[in-house]
Every structure is written in structure tokens, then in C-alpha cells.
């Protein structure tokens, strides 16, 4: 077959701007995702068909929901167990400034196959917006991806099973005043003893989450060196129900153990030096606790552990 000049020149600008996300990891194994460039690569896929690694300009567009027409479904669901990780891999991606944000749905009892997604069904399940440093120069979660092109988020472990879509979205901030939105589309079965779902004022429906007056999608990116940044969208939702108790046990565990260690060690000046650091531990659960340029707490609360997810971004779990 013969190509035009222009056809190949607008295919080399297309793959060579901007990225999305090309594979996921879970479940102990990768499973491919659908390829904008070679759509018949990815036919076998859990991934939702998306088209151009270009952006979405408008958040109030159709396409802000999954990068496609919302008809476009996947013929595979992937199975992943609630309170396990799932990472985004991006076939590439070139911006340094703005938000990671993830959101899951969940789809009919029958799967996510004929489903468009519509409606106020969406939750955000983990966020990263600024990092460090100052909004015109600090690390953000679009850093992250530059540097390593993964993010990994965790399914709340308390999620009720069935079929959910799960939403990555990088919003690129690099143009001042010119958002620019990157989202793509998954299938998943989630499995488990959960019994939560989130309630009504978590939920948001895509488009419709935010607008571009929202302080967090249009930035100064060049002048603005505040360093506070609100990540656009509802809170997230942390997963409440099904293991909720597991918490709860927990927590009173820690204190016990604590106050018996302490008399034997008392007589010794070290105690009171370490006991302080208990304290210290002031990073709530699904915080940031440590990363390269990171320069805040480090100790999670009684009950959660940091854990490293790159080397820009550990977080408490």
C-alpha cells in the first residue's frame, strides 16, 4: 500500500507530541492496551479504543470521558482483587507540569461492555497534583510520569466486587491558561468481600467534573510560585464498609505494644528520644510520605506504612 507524503507527515507529528497510557500492570501480568496507531495490535484488549496522543481542549467535551466517542467499548475485562495494585504504563508521555488523577466506575451487573460510562457514576480513587516546590517550579505527578511513565494506585480494599471502568487522566498545565487533558479507559472485574460503594457526593460524571474556571485547570504555569494547588475534581474516596473494622482493630494494637516497650526501656535516655517519633508519624493514610524533591513528613499515622511507589512518590498505605 502507498502513502502520501502528508498522510506519513501528520502520522510522524501525531506518535511523535504529547502520549497515553499503552499497557497496564495487575493481576501478575501486563495486558496490552489498545494502539491508537495500529488499531489491529490491540483487539484483543481491556483497554477502551482512543485514537491521538493529542489533547482534549475542552473539558465539557464527550471525548473528556474516555478519549473516544464513548461507543467505542473492549472486548476483554482484566480481574483484579480490591486492596491490590494496578500501574498505567505510558507508551510516552513529554510534560513535566499537572495532575495524575484516577477514577473508577462502576458498570452494569451484566459488564462494562455496552456501556458508555454516562452519568454521575465517576469517583476519583487517588490524586497527585503538586509534589514540591512552587507551581511555575516544582514536581508534580505529571513529573512522575515523565520520568518513569508508570503510575500505580491501589483499589480500595473495601470496594464492592463487579465490573468497574478505571480512568487515568495526566492534565498537562506546561501552556499557561491552555489545559490540556489526557485521559484513557480500562475495563476491570474487581473481586473480593467488599461490600462499599461511595456515596453521592464523591460521584461526578464526565464531562462535568470541572470546568475551565476551576482554579486547578487554568494556571499561571510561568508566573504563579505559589505552592498551593487544588487538584480539580471531587475528593477521593478512600474506601469505606467491607474492611473498615480491619483499620479499627489495628490502630488500638500499636498503643498497647507501645506503652509495654516503654517501661523497660524508660531508665534509658533513648526512649524518650524515640517516643516523640510516634508522634511524628502525622502523614494521613494515601498521603505522600516521601520522594525525590519531597521535603515533608515522612512518618505515617498508627496503622498505615510508607510504601515506595517510584522514586519521586511514596505514599502511605
Given at each position: 500500500?502507498?502513502?502520501t507524503?502528508?498522510?506519513?507527515?501528520?502520522?510522524?507529528?501525531?506518535?511523535?507530541a504529547?502520549?497515553?497510557v499503552?499497557?497496564?500492570?495487575?493481576?501478575?501480568?501486563?495486558?496490552?492496551?489498545?494502539?491508537?496507531?495500529?488499531?489491529?495490535?490491540?483487539?484483543?484488549?481491556?483497554?477502551?479504543?482512543?485514537?491521538?496522543?493529542?489533547?482534549?481542549?475542552d473539558?465539557?467535551?464527550?471525548?473528556?470521558?474516555?478519549?473516544?466517542?464513548?461507543?467505542?467499548?473492549?472486548?476483554?475485562?482484566?480481574?483484579?482483587?480490591?486492596?491490590?495494585?494496578?500501574?498505567?504504563?505510558?507508551?510516552q508521555?513529554?510534560?513535566?507540569?499537572?495532575?495524575?488523577?484516577?477514577?473508577?466506575?462502576?458498570?452494569?451487573?451484566?459488564?462494562?461492555?455496552?456501556?458508555?460510562?454516562?452519568?454521575?457514576?465517576?469517583?476519583?480513587?487517588?490524586?497527585?497534583?503538586?509534589?514540591s516546590?512552587?507551581?511555575?517550579?516544582?514536581?508534580?505527578?505529571?513529573?512522575?510520569?515523565?520520568?518513569?511513565?508508570?503510575?500505580?494506585?491501589?483499589?480500595?480494599?473495601?470496594?464492592?466486587?463487579?465490573?468497574?471502568?478505571?480512568?487515568?487522566?495526566?492534565?498537562?498545565?506546561?501552556?499557561?491558561?491552555?489545559?490540556?487533558?489526557?485521559?484513557?479507559?480500562?475495563?476491570?472485574?474487581?473481586?473480593?468481600?467488599?461490600?462499599?460503594?461511595?456515596?453521592?457526593?464523591?460521584?461526578?460524571?464526565?464531562?462535568?467534573a470541572?470546568?475551565?474556571?476551576?482554579?486547578?485547570?487554568?494556571?499561571?504555569?510561568?508566573s504563579?510560585?505559589?505552592?498551593?494547588?487544588?487538584?480539580?475534581?471531587?475528593?477521593?474516596?478512600?474506601?469505606?464498609?467491607?474492611?473498615?473494622?480491619?483499620?479499627?482493630?489495628?490502630?488500638?494494637?500499636?498503643?498497647?505494644?507501645?506503652?509495654?516497650?516503654?517501661?523497660?526501656?524508660?531508665?534509658?535516655?533513648?526512649?524518650?528520644?524515640?517516643?516523640?517519633?510516634?508522634?511524628?508519624?502525622?502523614?494521613?493514610?494515601?498521603?505522600?510520605?516521601?520522594?525525590?524533591?519531597?521535603?515533608?513528613?515522612?512518618?505515617?499515622?498508627?496503622?498505615?506504612?510508607?510504601?515506595?511507589?517510584?522514586?519521586?512518590?511514596?505514599?502511605?498505605?
Amino acid at each position: 500500500m502507498k502513502y502520501t507524503v502528508p498522510f506519513l507527515a501528520a502520522l510522524a507529528t501525531g506518535v511523535a507530541a504529547h502520549g497515553g497510557v499503552g499497557s497496564y500492570t495487575f493481576s501478575g501480568k501486563t495486558w496490552p492496551g489498545f494502539s491508537p496507531y495500529n488499531p489491529n495490535a490491540g483487539t484483543q484488549t481491556i483497554q477502551r479504543a482512543w485514537y491521538t496522543y493529542d489533547p482534549i481542549m475542552d473539558p465539557q467535551s464527550s471525548l473528556i470521558r474516555c478519549n473516544n466517542r464513548n461507543t467505542e467499548t473492549a472486548p476483554l475485562h482484566g480481574e483484579i482483587a480490591a486492596g491490590s495494585q494496578i500501574t498505567a504504563n505510558w507508551v510516552q508521555w513529554t510534560h513535566a507540569e499537572g495532575p495524575v488523577t484516577v477514577y473508577m466506575a462502576r458498570c452494569p451487573d451484566s459488564g462494562c461492555g455496552s456501556w458508555d460510562g454516562s452519568g454521575k457514576v465517576w469517583f476519583k480513587i487517588d490524586e497527585a497534583g503538586l509534589l514540591s516546590g512552587t507551581i511555575n517550579k516544582g514536581n508534580w505527578g505529571n513529573t512522575v510520569v515523565l520520568n518513569t511513565l508508570k503510575w500505580t494506585s491501589t483499589i480500595p480494599a473495601s470496594l464492592k466486587p463487579g465490573h468497574y471502568l478505571i480512568r487515568h487522566e495526566v492534565l498537562a498545565l506546561h501552556q499557561a491558561r491552555t489545559p490540556q487533558f489526557y485521559p484513557e479507559c480500562a475495563q476491570l472485574t474487581v473481586t473480593g468481600s467488599g461490600s462499599a460503594l461511595p456515596d453521592s457526593s464523591y460521584l461526578v460524571s464526565f464531562p462535568g467534573a470541572f470546568k475551565m474556571s476551576d482554579p486547578g485547570v487554568t494556571v499561571e504555569i510561568n508566573s504563579d510560585s505559589s505552592s498551593n494547588y487544588i487538584v480539580p475534581g471531587p475528593a477521593v474516596w478512600k474506601g469505606t464498609g467491607g474492611s473498615a473494622p480491619s483499620p479499627t482493630t489495628s490502630v488500638p494494637t500499636q498503643p498497647t505494644t507501645a506503652p509495654t516497650t516503654a517501661p523497660t526501656t524508660a531508665p534509658t535516655t533513648s526512649q524518650p528520644t524515640t517516643q516523640p517519633t510516634q508522634p511524628a508519624g502525622t502523614v494521613q493514610k494515601w498521603g505522600q510520605c516521601g520522594g525525590i524533591g519531597y521535603s515533608g513528613a515522612t512518618g505515617c499515622v498508627s496503622g498505615s506504612t510508607c510504601v515506595k511507589l517510584n522514586d519521586y512518590y511514596s505514599q502511605c498505605q
